[in-house]
Protein backbone atom coordinates (compact mmCIF):
# COMPACT_ATOMS: atom_id res chain seq x y z
CA UNK A 1 0.00 0.00 0.00
CA UNK A 2 2.93 2.36 0.64
CA UNK A 3 4.45 1.18 -2.18
CA UNK A 4 1.22 2.40 -4.47
CA UNK A 5 0.65 5.72 -2.28
CA UNK A 6 4.64 6.36 -3.31
CA UNK A 7 3.76 6.15 -6.85
CA UNK A 8 0.61 7.98 -7.04
CA UNK A 9 2.22 10.55 -5.11
CA UNK A 10 5.44 10.84 -7.35
CA UNK A 11 2.75 10.60 -10.72
CA UNK A 12 0.72 13.59 -9.07
CA UNK A 13 3.96 15.81 -8.61
CA UNK A 14 5.05 15.22 -12.37
CA UNK A 15 1.09 15.72 -13.57
CA UNK A 16 1.13 18.92 -12.05
CA UNK A 17 4.59 20.07 -13.08
CA UNK A 18 3.81 19.18 -17.00
CA UNK A 19 0.72 21.30 -16.22
CA UNK A 20 2.48 24.30 -14.86
CA UNK A 21 5.05 24.42 -17.90
CA UNK A 22 3.53 26.60 -21.25
CA UNK A 23 2.62 24.26 -23.77
CA UNK A 24 4.21 26.16 -27.03
CA UNK A 25 3.27 25.82 -30.52
CA UNK A 26 5.58 23.87 -32.93
CA UNK A 27 7.56 25.78 -35.79
CA UNK A 28 7.24 24.04 -39.42
CA UNK A 29 9.87 22.40 -40.85
CA UNK A 30 9.26 25.89 -43.76
CA UNK A 31 10.21 27.79 -40.94
CA UNK A 32 12.84 26.09 -39.28
CA UNK A 33 14.22 25.82 -42.89
CA UNK A 34 13.99 29.89 -43.27
CA UNK A 35 15.46 30.64 -40.13
CA UNK A 36 18.73 28.51 -40.93
CA UNK A 37 19.10 30.13 -44.39
CA UNK A 38 18.32 33.73 -42.87
CA UNK A 39 20.59 33.91 -39.60
CA UNK A 40 23.42 32.14 -41.88
CA UNK A 41 23.25 35.07 -44.34
CA UNK A 42 22.61 37.74 -41.76
CA UNK A 43 26.19 36.41 -40.12
CA UNK A 44 28.06 36.41 -43.53
CA UNK A 45 26.54 39.65 -44.21
CA UNK A 46 24.97 38.40 -47.50
CA UNK A 47 23.18 41.38 -47.22
CA UNK A 48 21.44 40.33 -51.16
CA UNK A 49 19.90 37.38 -49.41
CA UNK A 50 18.83 39.09 -46.58
CA UNK A 51 17.19 41.54 -48.82
CA UNK A 52 15.29 38.53 -50.70
CA UNK A 53 13.91 37.00 -47.61
CA UNK A 54 12.64 40.73 -46.59
CA UNK A 55 9.26 41.82 -47.47
CA UNK A 56 9.98 45.02 -48.75
CA UNK A 57 9.66 48.10 -48.59
CA UNK A 58 10.82 47.21 -45.25
CA UNK A 59 9.77 49.94 -42.52
CA UNK A 60 12.66 51.44 -40.29
CA UNK A 61 13.19 54.24 -38.19
CA UNK A 62 9.89 55.56 -39.53
CA UNK A 63 11.05 55.46 -43.14
CA UNK A 64 9.73 52.84 -45.76
CA UNK A 65 13.18 51.29 -47.35
CA UNK A 66 13.35 49.85 -50.79
CA UNK A 67 15.68 47.12 -51.71
CA UNK A 68 18.93 49.46 -52.39
CA UNK A 69 18.13 51.77 -49.15
CA UNK A 70 17.60 48.10 -47.05
CA UNK A 71 20.49 46.89 -48.26
CA UNK A 72 22.75 50.18 -47.14
CA UNK A 73 21.19 50.07 -43.75
CA UNK A 74 22.20 46.65 -43.11
CA UNK A 75 24.76 46.96 -41.17
CA UNK A 76 22.34 49.16 -38.59
CA UNK A 77 19.67 46.39 -38.71
CA UNK A 78 21.93 43.56 -38.50
CA UNK A 79 24.91 44.97 -35.69
CA UNK A 80 26.93 42.93 -34.42
CA UNK A 81 24.54 42.50 -30.87
CA UNK A 82 21.86 41.75 -33.17
CA UNK A 83 24.12 39.30 -34.81
CA UNK A 84 25.15 37.71 -31.49
CA UNK A 85 21.71 36.99 -30.47
CA UNK A 86 20.58 35.40 -33.68
CA UNK A 87 23.21 32.88 -33.30
CA UNK A 88 21.72 31.68 -30.15
CA UNK A 89 18.12 33.14 -30.42
CA UNK A 90 15.54 30.71 -29.83
CA UNK A 91 12.53 31.20 -32.06
CA UNK A 92 8.81 31.79 -30.40
CA UNK A 93 5.90 30.73 -32.30
CA UNK A 94 3.01 33.70 -33.16
CA UNK A 95 0.24 33.48 -35.65
CA UNK A 96 1.41 32.14 -38.56
CA UNK A 97 5.01 32.85 -37.76
CA UNK A 98 7.60 33.08 -35.68
CA UNK A 99 9.41 36.00 -33.42
CA UNK A 100 13.08 36.47 -32.56
CA UNK A 101 13.68 38.19 -29.40
CA UNK A 102 17.11 40.24 -28.80
CA UNK A 103 17.12 42.38 -25.78
CA UNK A 104 14.71 45.68 -26.28
CA UNK A 105 13.95 44.59 -30.28
CA UNK A 106 12.01 41.66 -31.57
CA UNK A 107 12.04 40.14 -34.84
CA UNK A 108 9.07 38.95 -36.75
CA UNK A 109 8.93 36.67 -39.75
CA UNK A 110 6.06 35.77 -41.00
CA UNK A 111 4.15 33.63 -44.22
CA UNK A 112 3.78 36.38 -47.01
CA UNK A 113 2.08 34.66 -50.43
CA UNK A 114 3.13 31.54 -48.65
CA UNK A 115 6.32 31.91 -48.27
CA UNK A 116 8.63 32.77 -44.98
CA UNK A 117 9.77 36.26 -44.89
CA UNK A 118 11.51 38.90 -42.36
CA UNK A 119 8.52 41.10 -41.92
CA UNK A 120 9.23 43.89 -39.10
CA UNK A 121 10.87 44.96 -36.08
CA UNK A 122 9.30 45.87 -32.96
CA UNK A 123 9.94 46.94 -29.43
CA UNK A 124 9.89 44.25 -26.69
CA UNK A 125 8.08 45.20 -23.70
Known amino acids: MKQLSLALSI ?10 WPQTEQIDEAG ?3 WTRFKA ?10 ASMTRLPFLFDSRELAKPDFIQKF ?8 KRCFSKAKLVKE ?18 SGVYKFTEIGVND
Open 32 to 34: LQF
Open 41 to 50: AVSKSDKEAV
Open 75 to 82: NAIFDARV
Open 95 to 112: GDGFEVFCGKQVFLFEKV
Open 11 to 20: LLAFGCAAAA
